[in-house]
């Protein structure tokens, strides 16, 4: 039975987040942006600093650090505490907007997670900052692409140590055991998947960075690209609009007044009943374990394994069929659609599902071919037929052997 698979939870068909960094913002910009985004259902990522910087940005520019708020103020803070217990999710843009050191990593870390109250799990590295991961050309270990990427784009040029053990600003262990995903890659198209369907994913040369993933980060360009048909093709493509954006930034203004073309885009995106809203970590999360499940088409049905450690939840399938009866005995029956849904497959399990209750009673998914029951048909028909010139060739030997025997007897009697 041949069985495919949708990534998101039934009856969703695309899904939609967002990876807000948090450059130039304050508490009431963010404030203001995030109000209207949880009003619409849309749960963004705001990746947040911890500290003022106390260093440049940059080791070879050595560049001024970005302002924005910090979670040591208290009144943001507050507006971080309480965007989680409305649904968003709060990541980290690194320590503070300069360059940081490994104590000073190892404490920001520590104190994010006290003051928000849970310990950020996504990251995206700001800027130029010194102890970003495999940053910039340090993400290639070929010198040819390094040479190139500074002759394309001569400003480029920066220093990353974040994953230098000798470095001052060394923290990739840290780093490894706080985040589980870091971004990486920026794509053009709406669909991150359709470029980058392994999202999220580790780099076995870069260990200290458990999964990477992609987004669009195009800020309003972007935004100006959501169309009822630019959704209809995302829906199409089971597809991902993870967005990267400087929300406190670019959204809004200081009345908090929100841009006009994002009103358009995100009411837009909310309206629709078909796509998946959520927190970057929990469609990272999602996408981790159906990237990985394995459906073994079976005679009688199909198996389904889950490898990962992610309970997964209203998993969506097509298989062409009326009905399936999973391994509990229920009965399973798709929409109008010909969508069905398993409820949940647990963590390091596999899951059978049967094409009828006969097969669910023999118990043996896998069953038997017709070209294996024929040519084990044709086997018998061989052995017959081997048994047959077998038995006529004992019977001729039987006959051989018989008379010389009988002559020897006959001679021995004689001999008596
Ligand atoms: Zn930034």
């Known amino acids: 039975?041949?069985?495919?698979?949708?990534?998101?939870?039934?009856?969703?068909?695309?899904?939609?987040?967002?990876?807000?960094?948090?450059?130039?913002?304050?508490?009431?910009?963010?404030?203001?942006?995030?109000?209207?985004?949880?009003?619409?259902?849309?749960?963004?990522?705001?990746?947040?600093?911890?500290?003022?910087?106390?260093?440049?940005?940059?080791?070879?520019?050595?560049?001024?650090?970005?302002?924005?708020?910090?979670?040591?103020?208290?009144?943001?803070?507050?507006?971080?505490?309480?965007?989680?217990?409305?649904?968003?999710?709060?990541?980290?843009?690194?320590?503070?907007?300069?360059n940081n050191t490994r104590e000073s990593v190892r404490e920001g870390l520590r104190e994010h997670g006290e003051i928000v109250g849970s310990p950020p799990r996504v990251i995206c590295f700001h800027k130029h900052n010194a102890e970003n991961l495999y940053w910039?050309?340090?993400?290639?270990?070929?010198?040819?692409?390094?040479?190139?990427?500074?002759r394309l784009v001569p400003t480029s040029h920066e220093r990353y140590e974040g994953h230098k053990q000798s470095?001052?600003?060394?923290?990739?262990?840290?780093?490894?055991?706080?985040?589980?995903?870091?971004?990486?890659?920026?794509?053009?198209?709406?669909?991150?998947?359709?470029k980058n369907p392994s999202m999220p994913f580790h780099l076995d040369d870069k260990p200290y960075v458990k999964y990477w993933f992609s987004c669009v980060a195009q800020d309003l360009r972007a935004c100006r690209r959501v169309s009822a048909r630019s959704l209809d093709k995302l829906a199409k493509e089971d597809g991902l609009f993870l967005l990267y954006a400087h929300m406190a930034e670019k959204f809004v203004d200081d009345d908090a007044r929100i841009h006009p073309e994002v009103q358009r885009a995100f009411s837009l995106i909310s309206s629709r009943e078909d796509c998946w809203k959520d927190q970057v970590s929990s469609i990272l999360d999602r996408l981790l374990a159906i990237k990985n499940l394995i459906v073994t088409p079976r005679r009688s049905g199909c198996v389904v394994s889950n490898p990962t450690h992610v309970v997964l939840?209203?998993?969506?399938?097509?298989?062409?069929?009326e009905k399936i009866v999973a391994q509990g005995g229920q009965v399973l029956r798709p929409d109008v659609n010909g969508v069905f849904v398993l409820p949940e497959i647990p963590a390091y399990s596999a899951v059978s599902l049967f094409k009828s209750e006969e097969a669910l009673a023999a118990g043996d998914p896998r069953g038997i071919s017709?070209?294996?029951?024929?040519?084990?048909?044709?086997?018998?028909?061989?052995?017959?037929?081997?048994?047959?010139?077998?038995?006529?060739?004992?019977?001729?030997?039987?006959?051989?052997?018989?008379e010389p025997a009988a002559q020897v007897r006959v001679g021995t009697a004689d001999g008596e």
């Open 1 to 98: 039975m041949r069985v495919r698979v949708g990534r998101w939870p039934y009856p969703y068909r695309f899904a939609f987040g967002i990876t807000d960094d948090t450059d130039q913002s304050n508490a009431a910009r963010v404030r203001a942006v995030y109000d209207f985004c949880l009003s619409l259902g849309i749960r963004p990522t705001h990746c947040a600093w911890v500290y003022h910087p106390e260093q440049s940005c940059g080791i070879v520019h050595d560049q001024m650090p970005e302002a924005g708020a910090v979670l040591q103020d208290p009144e943001y803070a507050a507006v971080c505490r309480e965007l989680i217990a409305r649904g968003a999710e709060i990541g980290s843009h690194g320590v503070s907007s300069g």
């Open 136 to 150: 910039g050309e340090e993400f290639s270990s070929s010198s040819i692409i390094r040479w190139l990427v500074r």
């Open 167 to 194: 470095s001052a600003y060394f923290c990739g262990d840290l780093m490894r055991a706080r985040f589980d995903y870091t971004r990486l890659f920026r794509t053009v198209s709406l669909n991150v998947l359709s």
């Open 313 to 321: 939840r209203d998993v969506q399938f097509r298989c062409g069929r």
């Open 370 to 402: 017709g070209i294996e029951v024929l040519r084990m048909k044709l086997e018998e028909v061989r052995r017959l037929l081997l048994f047959r010139s077998d038995y006529r060739s004992t019977k001729l030997r039987e006959k051989e052997f018989v």
